[in-house]
């Protein structure tokens, strides 16, 4: 197995510890791979076929991007920018 850092917030801590206290889980680590591998297993894109070519061109497009050292991005909209959100969080 390998180890990864990662960061939670104080309540969510301690709603692992209650998980662990009760016997639910036998500590932390396993506590969070099993919510892990129970989210992983309920994603459906994961279990989605992937184009290989597509996927070659998202890997180029995102291995361009990792080499930029300053990215613009420039809106041009008669829009304000909270229009703009507010617009994308009707959408959802």
């Excluded at 990864?4 to 662990?20: A, G, H, S, T």
Aim: a positive charge; proline letters at 2%; hydrophobic letters at 35%.
């Amino acid at each position: 197995m390998i180890t990864i850092p990662i960061k939670l917030n104080e309540i969510e801590l301690q709603k692992i510890d209650r998980l662990v206290k009760i016997g639910r889980y036998k500590n932390r680590s396993q506590a969070i791979r099993s919510f892990i591998i129970d989210k992983l297993e309920n994603e459906s894109l994961i279990s989605e076929e992937i184009d290989p070519e597509l996927e070659k061109r998202y890997n180029e497009i995102r291995d361009k991007l990792k080499r930029q050292t300053h990215l613009a991005i420039q809106i041009t909209s008669t829009k304000t920018a909270l229009e703009l959100l507010e617009n994308d969080r009707e959408r959802m």
